[in-house]
């Protein structure tokens, strides 16, 4: 059972959240399990994607998503 508190902070520039074809998204979120239940951790975790257009309605997209999870002692 996992109960948590999470945070989440987002800087978007897309041009369209549909069907982006130019702009950024970058996003950072963090939880800390252990509030209740009977797992207990923190993790942080980014995402990060971007459209690049190069012509009429095409472009390049390139995103990396990165994380790290810590046990939190009893």
């Known amino acids: 059972?996992?109960?948590?508190?999470?945070?989440?902070?987002?800087?978007?520039?897309?041009?369209?959240?549909?069907?982006?074809?130019?702009?950024?998204?970058?996003?950072?979120?963090?939880?800390?399990?252990?509030?209740?239940?009977?797992?207990?951790f923190l993790k942080n975790e980014l995402m990060s994607k971007a459209y690049l257009p190069l012509f009429g309605d095409v472009s390049i997209y390139s995103g990396i998503r990165l994380g790290h999870v810590m046990p939190i002692a009893s």
Request: net charge positive; with cysteine.
């Open 1 to 40: 059972l996992k109960s948590s508190l999470l945070h989440s902070s987002t800087y978007c520039t897309l041009n369209s959240l549909s069907f982006p074809t130019s702009g950024i998204q970058a996003r950072i979120t963090g939880e800390l399990a252990g509030i209740g239940g009977n797992v207990r």
